[in-house]
């Protein structure tokens, strides 16, 4: 069995994540925040609980853009650093581009979809969700915000050797799969399609 480290995971566990949710996989869940019972507590920047070479795969999901600018990078480097040689990391984030299209067209503050903590508009996607900060939640806030070629671009600054991902402007995310090692065409479609998540449309 394979291992993934969940990172931020949240209240949700594999079986909400595609490619995890199945037998072949064993998740262990890390988060900063206690309420959500996660396995290890720490953060991005700081994962020296954790062995170097641990694991077969992350999983990191809308919370990259919760750090400054300046840590992403050091966060990006402990993910090389827990991984095997032959591991890889998924990463899922807000599309800054995207979401700044809608800015463009003065939608600041209108609904673009509704999440399971309620509607979400341009301003809680830049800054953080409103409801939930208000709710206490602070570590909801937003402190980054990325394309997809400056995503792809730090990923390949912290060492990962093959990468491949994209947008997804419907929802307004990027999404990418990046391998530590050389990966063929045929290793790609093999281990990183599966993982890719499926088209959505907005409502």
């Given at each position: 069995?394979?291992?993934f ?22 998740e ?30 992350i ?25 095997k040689?032959?591991g ?47 709710d ?12 997809y ?37 045929e ?17």
């Amino acid at each position: 069995m394979q291992t993934f480290l969940h990172v931020g995971c949240g209240i949700l566990n594999k079986f909400h994540l595609r490619g995890f949710n199945n037998d072949a996989w064993k998740e262990v869940r890390f988060d900063i925040d206690l309420n959500v019972h996660p396995d290890i507590v720490g953060t991005l920047t700081d994962m020296s609980m954790i062995e170097s070479g641990s694991f077969d795969a992350i999983y990191s999901a809308f919370n990259l853009d919760h750090i400054y600018p300046h840590q992403v990078p050091i966060a990006l480097s402990e993910f090389f650093r827990v991984l095997k040689d032959d591991g890889l990391v998924i990463i899922r984030c807000p599309d800054i581009q995207s979401v700044s299209e809608a800015i463009v067209q003065d939608k600041l503050l209108e609904v673009l979809y509704e999440s399971p903590s309620g509607p979400i508009s341009p301003i809680d996607i830049i800054y953080g969700n409103r409801k939930e900060i208000v709710d206490g939640n602070e570590f909801m806030a937003k402190k980054s915000g990325f394309t997809y070629s400056t995503l792809d671009r730090l990923l390949f600054e912290a060492g990962f050797k093959t990468r491949v991902g994209g947008k997804r402007p419907e929802v307004w995310e990027l999404f990418l799969v990046a391998f530590k090692e050389e990966k063929s065409e045929e290793e790609i479609e093999k281990i990183a399609i599966p993982l890719i998540p499926k088209p959505q449309r907005a409502d």
